[in-house]
């Protein structure tokens, strides 16, 4: 197997320390080579002593396998002046065998030194900082929902039906019942009468179910979960300001991505975030949708295709589609909707989703690639494809229900 690296490197990381493994010439006989494994600590004068290390023994690449964050110090201090790659602890699975830390590093350095490895996607600095904004926004925002699930049942406990009557207990009037009832009143049809605009239109219904016995334990609690709700979103809202300077030199991408059905603002700065905005580093919409894991993987044995289940893939861009394809399957009359009933059908809505997210993926690499606004095809594109086939459907089910259909084409049709 042919040697693209004669110096390499390959790091094994834990979160207390690191084995490098130097894989170099031999000097005793021509065409073999000599592995030298060290200990090095994680601490930021530690990997820069590993740094100059490596300099010293002049490796041309350093081999880091992705072991959840505790590769980021050393990636980032090796970068500056080796050529370093973060690749897939999935890809580059050792042997079955005897594993430890220092015969992990030698197996980093070795498909290194022979090119079996391909690098991981690493963003710029830039990116990393928008990633971090995006992600921290993500998690408060589900930290939040949770909050509005344990009030729900904290009331349910007191036999309070708020969450039955008002569809957002957190909304304008259920807010104000919320804090009415945390400052002691306990009259229903006065709490009722706090409903605004059209849920005025059942104060029967709320006055029934606000009838209950909240105890002086239930309102401290409920103020603390009112407190900490406000907290998150004040948090939340200095992050929506943060990301919308962060976001300034992605503003035309932006701008783009709002023409797609189902996508918000949201969402599209969750997709610049975790992709970068920049297509070139993605060969293919094919390579862009499997790296965010929404098409089904690929397992084939003796002319058998096995369970392809969809892949994993960036957990928070595969949520972000997924809440495109949820708002996107809504608006009626456009391509993602009859491309969503037209799967439904005979894969089930789970599947149909997912292949509404690799049409959305698809779309983005194609729009960002040519610098293009979303062009709807419509929601009798795939009628219009291939009418022959969507007039034998319309009939199949029209005899199925007991009828004989006649076709007459109409003048001038063809």
Known sequence: ???LHERCAGVDISKKDAKACVRAPSTKRRGSFTTETTTWGSTTNAVLALRDHLLAAEVTLVVIEATSDCWKPFYYLLAEDLNVILVNARQVK??????TDVSDAAWLAQLGAHGLVRPS?????????LRDLTRARTQMTRERGQIVQRLEKLLEDTGIKLAAVASDIMGVSGRAMLEALTSGERDPQVLAELARRRLRNKIPELAEALTGRLREHHAFLT???LDHYDRLTDAIRQLDERIEETMAPFRPALDLLDTIPGINRVV???IIAETGGDMNRFASAQHLASWAGVCPGHHESAGRTKSANVRPGNPYLKGALGLAAFGAVRIKDTYLQARYKRLTARRGPLRALVAVEYSIITAIWHMLTDHKPYHELGGNYFAQRDPQRATRRAINALNQLGYTV????????A
């Open 1 to 3: 197997m042919d040697v």
């Open 94 to 99: 050792n042997l079955p065998g005897r594993k």
């Open 121 to 129: 996607f690493v963003p710029d600095q830039h990116v990393r900082e």
């Open 223 to 225: 103020r603390l979960h």
């Open 268 to 270: 599209a700065e969750v």
């Open 406 to 413: 006649t076709l007459n084409p109409l003048e001038g049709a």
